[in-house]
């Protein structure tokens, strides 16, 4: 069973999105869960991480724009993206789960689900 994420759409720039992922299972039961995205060409990215005491990463390049949350009686997770940008157009996964490792944690844990598509227009 995976994660599944929605929330992704078509947005101007400056604008909007909250996306939404529905755990697999508890999420108390998980270290932490987190978004990444891969740009095209690009290495994946760890956007943003919440783990299971409530913990907080994120990525420099969204820090101050994004904001990672959860509601643990339904086992979701959010991601409010603010003053979005062209460059941060892409697919966003969810992922359960993984290593702590130079200050966040890493997607290494297979099972994460298709995935949303943000889109930002200029």
């Known amino acids: 069973v995976q994660p599944v994420e929605s929330g992704g759409g078509l947005v101007q720039a400056g604008g909007s999105l909250r996306l939404s992922c529905q755990a697999s299972r508890s999420i108390a039961s998980i270290n932490a869960i987190g978004w990444f995205r891969q740009p095209p060409g690009k290495q994946r990215e760890v956007v943003a991480t919440?783990?299971?005491?409530?913990?907080?990463t994120y990525k420099d390049s969204v820090k101050g724009r994004f904001t990672i949350s959860r509601n643990s009686a339904k086992n979701m997770v959010f991601l409010q993206m603010d003053g979005l940008k062209g460059e941060d157009t892409v697919v966003y996964y969810c992922?359960?789960?993984?290593?702590?490792?130079?200050?966040?944690?890493?997607?290494?844990?297979?099972?994460w689900g298709q995935g949303t598509q943000v889109t930002v227009s200029s």
């Open positions: 919440i783990s299971r005491g409530g913990t907080t």
């Open positions: 992922y359960e789960g993984g290593t702590y490792s130079s200050g966040t944690y890493l997607p290494d844990v297979p099972g």
